[in-house]
């Protein structure tokens, strides 16, 4: 995952400094034998196996995480022997509480839509993000285009009824290439239909209702937006999250207008910027919440999928028991939905809610317990269009045991993506870089083959 800048914690790494090794007489501890203490701490006075390691301290250190779970931040005062969790530079992150009084949808979808207008704009993504952008800026360049040129220069045609029947099958199907990682193909579908929504929302022909149209507007923008989000162009991401979230709310489609704002969120989750990627699924959810009739399959697959976002925020920042709450929120909308879907081009069901248990395991820094859920996930069950879903599997698991230097098997797993979805290897930043750093401490057999599919993919070591 994409962080944003941070400041270092000196306090924790100070402290660690300041504590002898065991192992090493006359040496500060090291991160890796603070990782085991803490480690040995939590089991003798609770009985329960973690998993932290080195990497984990790391991570404190340079102030990725800034507030861990309470087990392991008692167990640092008790190993470096400081009396409060200010005394080791550990804060808690500030949150927004949503009070208020009940409102109707209309107006709960007003508020959400304040809440991404008035949004700021993140913070640029990480080098390997930004090395994706820039290795491939033509296949944004038209969608960019499309999306910031004035409406009013646009429409040129007269409109027909096939036409916009027309206009609303490419934004579908973009969304399906999307979804089956041919990022190319969705790029090339949404400039026209950007263009020729935005003016026919402007001036709505008669034989048209705007509703229809704004949804079709709403669904095209969706699709671009993720898009530029996966190639790392998080202003137009944003962008176009922000326009299919206000024509949502214009069509009154609140599952719609939920699933816009969560793909607002995931730009800030992408960028670091986790409190507002959190804030606003939330808020999104708590909406959706009053202002639908809580039974639909739209409904749950978009409330569901929020969860599921806020359970990644939640794990980022070093919460992992309220990570596992909202994992169980996501599970029972996915029980209640019956299977697995792709309402809304969520991809929710059973095996999603999976996919993000394996994902808060990487984000808590705990490859074991990723490796040993991804086993677990059988992606047969998921539609047949979900092959980037399905290689996001085979990402994370390789991610996982590349942590653990088990790069064989990490290897099979990169193979399995590009079989499943090579173009996953060219524009997904988690996975370049699980390959890029297996590359460069490869040794013997693995070494040839993780250079031809860097070669492949246009990885560099």
């Not at 220069?153 to 029947?165: I, L, Q």
């Not at 669904?219 to 190639?231: D, E, P, R």
């Not at 699924?281 to 978009?302: I, M, W, Y």
């Amino acid at each position: 995952m994409r962080r944003a800048t941070v400041s270092p914690n000196e306090q924790l790494r100070a402290a660690r400094l300041r504590t002898c090794s065991a192992e090493t007489p006359g040496e500060p501890l090291s991160r890796q034998e603070l990782a085991e203490r803490v480690n040995r701490w939590t089991f003798h006075r609770d009985g329960r196996i973690t998993e932290v390691d080195g990497n984990y301290i790391g991570k404190l250190e340079r102030g990725v995480i800034r507030w861990p779970q309470q087990c392991y931040r008692e167990a640092l005062r008790a190993i470096l022997r400081a009396e409060t969790d200010r005394d080791l530079g550990f804060h808690r992150p500030a949150r927004n509480v949503n009070g208020g009084t009940d409102v109707d949808r209309q107006q709960f979808l007003c508020a959400a839509a304040v809440v991404s207008a008035t949004a700021a704009l993140p913070v640029p993504g990480t080098t390997a993000g930004a090395a994706i952008a820039a290795e491939h800026p033509e296949i944004l360049n038209r969608l960019r285009a499309a999306v910031t040129t004035p409406t009013g220069w646009r429409y040129a045609h007269e409109p027909t009824p096939a036409g916009v029947t027309e206009l609303e099958r490419a934004a579908r199907e973009a969304h399906r290439r999307y979804q089956a990682a041919e990022y190319d193909a969705a790029a090339a579908l949404l400039p026209a239909a950007v263009t020729d929504l935005d003016g026919l929302t402007v001036d709505v022909p008669a034989f048209a209702r705007a509703e229809d149209l704004h949804t079709a507007r709403s669904i095209t923008y969706l699709a671009a937006a993720k898009l530029a989000s996966k190639l790392n162009d998080h202003d137009l991401a944003w962008v176009c999250a922000d326009r299919a979230a206000q024509s949502a709310l214009t069509a009154h489609a609140p599952a719609l207008a939920a699933t816009a704002h969560r793909q607002i969120a995931c730009v800030f989750h992408e960028t670091g910027r986790w409190q507002d990627a959190e804030r606003i699924s939330l808020q999104a959810a708590e909406t959706l919440t009053r202002t639908d009739d809580g039974h639909s399959p739209d409904f749950l697959s978009a409330r569901g999928a929020l969860f599921l976002l806020a359970a990644i925020t939640a794990a980022y920042q070093g919460d992992r028991a309220e990570a596992r709450r909202r994992l169980a929120c996501a599970a029972e909308d996915a029980k209640r939905l019956g299977g697995d879907g792709n309402r809304l081009w969520s991809g929710f069901g059973p095996t999603n809610v999976a996919l993000h248990a394996l994902g808060v395991s990487l984000a808590c820094d705990a490859p074991t317990g990723a490796v040993a859920i991804g086993n677990r996930i059988d992606t047969s069950a998921l539609p047949s269009s979900l092959v980037g879903r399905r290689a996001q599997v085979h990402v994370d698991v390789a991610d996982a045991h590349a942590r653990l230097r088990n790069d064989a098997t990490a290897t099979v797993h990169v193979l399995e993506i590009e079989r499943l979805a090579p173009q996953v290897l060219r524009f997904h930043a988690q996975a370049r870089e699980v390959v890029g750093t297996m590359l460069r401490r490869a040794r013997g057999s693995t070494l040839p083959v993780l250079r031809g599919v860097a070669d492949r993919a246009g990885i560099a070591a």
